[in-house]
């Protein structure tokens, strides 16, 4: 079982920053992949960004340009580093780590972990 613990969230108010971090107890270089997600009150759980083995990112168009992922292998930590904040992105904030599931023939990146959340709201 991999434990993940979110924090650096808070509240801020439109146009600030805030860098989120996430620390696993266990190694993220074994992770097929890495990400943050969240979820707005009343709405789904959405992406927001990922990022592989290969270092290839991903990011929700919402986030583009604002929002960056990182990873520091020797501390075991996953980032969001997030600029220009608006109303829209208040939300428990969420980190995600999958690491591949082993089969007799194949293995499969499925077996994903989640942290307990981190509250960002955004004020104007």
């Known amino acids: 079982q991999v434990q993940l613990v979110e924090s650096g969230g808070g509240s801020v108010q439109a146009g600030g920053s805030l860098k989120l971090s996430c620390a696993a107890s266990?190694?993220?270089?074994?992770?097929?992949?890495l990400g943050w997600y969240r979820q707005a009150p009343g709405k789904a759980r959405e992406l927001v960004s990922t990022?592989?083995?290969?270092?290839?990112?991903i990011y929700a168009d919402s986030v583009k340009g604002r929002f960056t992922i990182s990873q520091d292998n020797a501390k075991n930590t996953l980032y969001l580093e997030i600029s220009n904040l608006q109303t829209e992105d208040t939300a428990v904030y969420y980190c995600?780590?999958?690491?591949?599931?082993?089969?007799?023939?194949?293995?499969?990146?499925?077996?994903?972990?989640w942290g307990q959340g981190t509250q960002v709201t955004v004020s104007s």
């Open positions: 995600a780590a999958t690491y591949w599931r082993v089969y007799p023939f194949s293995r499969r990146c499925e077996n994903k972990y």
């Open positions: 266990a190694s993220i270089v074994s992770t097929c992949e």
């Open positions: 990022i592989n083995t290969d270092g290839t990112t």
